[in-house]
């Protein structure tokens, strides 16, 4: 059989890796001035539109619980003949894996207990060291990366997703505008929304590949004393760049599946080791205690704006930049997280999509945080002082240094945090490799192995760069960048939050029922349904 041949979308491939491209040369040639104006975008932002990202992002948690309840629950994900693919398991695991990546392991410890000696001023009453300060501190971090976190990507995985593996349009952000805007989301409209997710995944994905690569090194530097350099930078970005594309070749059922397994296991011993070698009934109270916490401050935290400024810019420097940076991930890792649900009901990939994550990661932060804490509080452990010291990076290390077989943790820490890396660049290279191609009939088929090479070694080359020659600021002025457009995903939301009444009545459903075969197939190739034969 002759191999397919797959064509480039010019309207969305060249201008996304063109000011990709850009934006690094004028960081390496102007970098002072690239990174005041990323630095005051990412501020005009985050103060500015701080408040509206807020009121979204709750809105968003409560819409995924409502969609569950509604009429459109009940339909599979691709369709009523659809088989699924992934056990539950294997699902929750490509979807942790991918969204949490690098992230929640690089904060486990030093958010925490960040806060914990350092409470933000915001927190009115809470003061340093205190008990009601250590439950406030892990509710908070766990806040940070849980509930709000899953739900963006839930969210739009059934706004993206509906279209795309139900009514197979196009695989790309663009397509979640259809019930909204009809046929304009395949012109300028939908590419220009295509290339603004683009961009702020590109920028999200950098940073994180650039935390990893630090907190990697390290992990080597704990393990074998290696002095952390820019050529085990290198090393570690070939070798990263080199895995996800092996797993690429293989497929998402053969590749990345079995790697999220894999690290998913990992993930789950690490936290037992923790439970059991750490001080267990000081974490099932704290536990407890952090549940609690987390509910009941929900939504004080979700839309904690702090109009007097009490904090100093705290919230906008983590709640707000922390959403912001979720929100530029979200409809790409959307349209990633509702491939892999092909087969189960969107009321299922809802609720385990958001409940799933979401709690490993309240476990995961808990579990870390306050043995850090408790070490610190009762052992005088000092890792705090050692995170200020040498940085955030080492601050797992740091704590595992004081639990038995760190000769075994620590190493298998750093391997969860390489397989993290391989599990983000497969998911989301593959998904842009989709995105810029043209689309044919097959939503869910396998993005071509040549785009998500040139995806890759874009991404590769971007954290190369920053972190070669750009250094700490670069890596801050690409974060700055995801932020900035992250906020274009969150006026997207809401004008996609209108849609929401017709496509979980079912309204949408019967208006493409009446269209004619060519009409779909137009649908499906990104084509305007509107003309069939060259006739409205």
């Known amino acids: 059989m002759k191999k397919k041949k797959y064509e480039i979308d010019p309207g969305v491939f060249y201008p996304g890796a063109g000011i ?38 709750a809105l968003i948690v409560i819409l995924c619980f409502v969609i569950c309840l509604t009429p459109v629950g009940d339909k599979k994900v691709g369709g009523p003949d659809a088989q699924i693919k992934h056990s539950m398991f294997t699902w929750i695991a490509m979807i942790t894996c991918a969204g949490t990546a690098t992230a929640a392991v690089f904060y486990a410890v030093a958010e925490p207990i960040t806060y914990f000696h350092n409470p933000p001023a915001w927190w009115t009453g809470y003061e340093p060291e205190t008990m009601d300060t250590a439950v406030r501190s892990l509710s908070q971090a766990a806040f940070h990366w849980s509930f709000i976190y899953y739900a963006m990507y839930a969210f739009w995985g059934f706004i993206a997703g509906y279209m795309i593996y139900n009514h197979k349009l196009p695989a790309r952000p663009s397509s979640a505008l259809y019930p909204l805007i009809k046929d304009k989301c395949f012109g300028p409209i939908g590419k220009a929304f295509d290339v603004i997710s683009i961009l702020g995944l590109v920028g ?127 409809p790409l890792m959307g349209v990633f997280g509702g491939r892999i649900a092909t087969g189960y009901t969107w009321r299922r990939y809802l609720l385990v999509g958001v409940l799933g994550p979401g709690i490993f990661n309240i476990v995961w932060f808990t579990v870390f945080g306050s043995n850090a804490i408790y070490l610190d509080a009762f052992k005088n452990a000092g890792i705090y002082n050692e995170i200020v010291d040498k940085g955030v990076q080492v601050g797992n290390y740091a704590l595992l240094k004081y639990l038995p077989f760190q000769g075994i943790m620590i190493p ?45 070694a874009i991404v590769g080359f971007d954290t190369f760069l920053c972190l070669f020659t750009l250094g700490t600021n670069g890596m801050t002025a690409l974060q700055c960048m995801s932020v900035f457009f992250g906020l274009p995903m969150f006026i997207a939301s809401l004008l996609v939050i209108i849609q929401l009444p017709k496509m979980c009545s079912l309204k949408m459903d019967k208006e493409m029922e009446k269209m004619t075969p060519e009409q779909l197939e137009n649908l499906s190739l990104g084509k305007p349904a509107g003309k069939v034969d060259g006739k409205t």
Not at 288 to 309: C, K, M
Request: hydrophobic share 55%; proline share 2%; glycine share 8%.
């Open 20 to 57: 990709l491209i850009a934006i690094i040369i004028w960081g390496f040639l102007r970098t002072d001035q690239f990174t005041a104006v990323m630095n005051f975008l990412f501020t005009w932002t985050t103060d500015s539109t701080g408040w509206f990202m807020m009121i979204i992002s």
């Open 204 to 330: 999200g994905m950098v940073t994180s590949l650039g935390l990893g690569v630090t907190q990697f090194a390290a992990g080597l530097n704990y393990v074998f004393g290696i002095t952390p350099s820019n050529f085990m930078y290198a090393v570690t970005l070939i070798v990263v760049i080199a895995s996800f594309t092996l797993s690429s070749i293989r497929g998402v059922k053969k590749g990345m599946a079995i790697i999220s397994d894999i690290n998913a296991w990992i993930y789950l011993f690490v936290i037992v080791f923790l439970v059991i070698a750490g001080p267990t009934l000081f974490e099932a109270k704290i536990f407890t205690q952090v549940t609690g916490e987390i509910f009941t401050r929900f939504l004080p935290n979700a839309l904690a704006a702090d109009s007097f400024n009490v904090g100093g810019g705290w919230v906008q420097n983590n709640t707000i930049f922390y959403l912001a940076w979720i929100m530029a991930y979200a």
């Open 412 to 456: 298998l820490v750093v391997a969860a945090l390489f397989f993290g890396f391989i599990t983000l660049a497969d998911a989301m290279t593959g998904t842009l490799a989709k995105s810029t191609i043209k689309a044919d009939t097959h939503s869910d088929a396998e993005a071509p192995m040549s785009m998500k090479v040139v995806w890759g």
